[in-house]
């Protein structure tokens, strides 16, 4: 016997785990914060007086956390790259060393278009590199053209 409910009983399952979750989520979220302040900043106290407490949020952690957001967001340095990622910087290691090894006198089959080597070296590589791709192509060029001469259109 199936069992009919009124539509303005039932409840979005999005709604019931956002009710349950959100003192849970509260919950691990604290506990990681005054974790982290123990191991971090409070490390030589056993238990901290809570004027003492307060003094080192206020003096320490805040200035830390408010730091680390600044240097989180995009408009760190205006106007310089990036910082590049481990992986990135990772691949230009690979590809700096690749590129400075001496091919041998083999010939291989290579489909730069695809990035296919009949090399044994390019499946063991982690970045899917080989030297013989890499020395079958051009470098870049040193510096890259800017889209336009005019020193003022750069500032804008």
Known sequence: M??????????????????????WHTTMSVRN???QLKHDYLHHLVQPWLDQLVW????????????????????YHIGHPKKLTPFQTGLKKEWAHLSSLELSGRSYRMDISRWQCSCKA????SFHLCKHLIKSIPPPPATLPTPCSSPISRWL
């Open 2 to 23: 199936d069992i009919l409910v009124p539509a303005e009983d039932v409840v979005p399952m999005g709604q019931v785990l956002s009710t349950l979750a959100a003192p």
């Open 33 to 35: 914060f005054w974790r």
């Open 56 to 75: 080192v949020i206020q003096t320490q952690v805040v200035l830390n956390y408010m730091a680390w957001a600044t240097f989180l967001e995009d408009v």
């Open 122 to 125: 390019l499946k063991y590589n």
